[in-house]
């Protein structure tokens, strides 16, 4: 399958590696169809929309910004994502890079949680007040 984005242009995926989002993502509820593109040289992923070349989203593996990040999840997050409580679940944080990159941020409040075996994800607003909406990426 073929899709066209804003950041790579024209790329060809594998149908299987669509990850499908039932809720939507904030702000984008109509987006249900994402694909994680990775780079080599990058720690950075981005996530993209399938059927439209936005939304898309820069994300990072929270483990590469701040270390012991282990939010806890309703039983409602793994209904959502067809997992039982304490399966495993593959965790994504936005980013927020502005035009000075030394200001960059993720969103450590509202994760994205992926179960990778079966292809569904859903963005969680997490209740710990311990995780911040701009947690710098840089000192």
């Given at each position: 399958?073929k899709?066209?984005?804003?950041?790579?242009?024209?790329?060809?995926?594998?149908?299987?590696?669509?990850?499908?989002?039932?809720?939507?993502v904030?702000?984008?509820?109509?987006?249900?169809?994402?694909i994680?593109?990775?780079?080599?040289?990058?720690p950075a992923?981005?996530?993209?929309?399938?059927?439209?070349?936005?939304?898309?989203?820069?994300?990072?593996?929270?483990d590469?910004?701040?270390?012991?990040?282990?939010?806890?999840?309703s039983d409602?997050?793994?209904?959502t994502?067809?997992?039982?409580?304490?399966?495993?679940l593959y965790?994504?944080v936005?980013?927020?890079?502005?035009?000075?990159?030394?200001?960059a941020?993720?969103?450590?409040?509202?994760p994205?949680?992926?179960?990778?075996?079966k292809?569904?994800?859903?963005?969680?607003?997490?209740?710990?007040n311990a995780y911040p909406?701009?947690?710098?990426?840089?000192?």
């Amino acid at each position: 399958m073929k899709i066209t984005t804003k950041d790579f242009g024209m790329l060809e995926i594998d149908e299987g590696e669509i990850i499908r989002f039932p809720k939507g993502v904030f702000a984008f509820q109509n987006a249900k169809k994402f694909i994680l593109i990775t780079k080599d040289d990058c720690p950075a992923m981005w996530l993209q929309c399938v059927t439209e070349q936005d939304p898309r989203f820069m994300v990072f593996e929270p483990d590469q910004v701040v270390e012991g990040y282990a939010p806890a999840f309703s039983d409602e997050v793994y209904k959502t994502l067809q997992a039982e409580p304490g399966e495993e679940l593959y965790l994504l944080v936005i980013a927020v890079i502005p035009e000075n990159q030394r200001e960059a941020t993720v969103n450590l409040k509202s994760p994205i949680v992926v179960n990778m075996q079966k292809r569904l994800a859903t963005q969680v607003i997490l209740d710990n007040n311990a995780y911040p909406i701009r947690y710098r990426i840089f000192d």
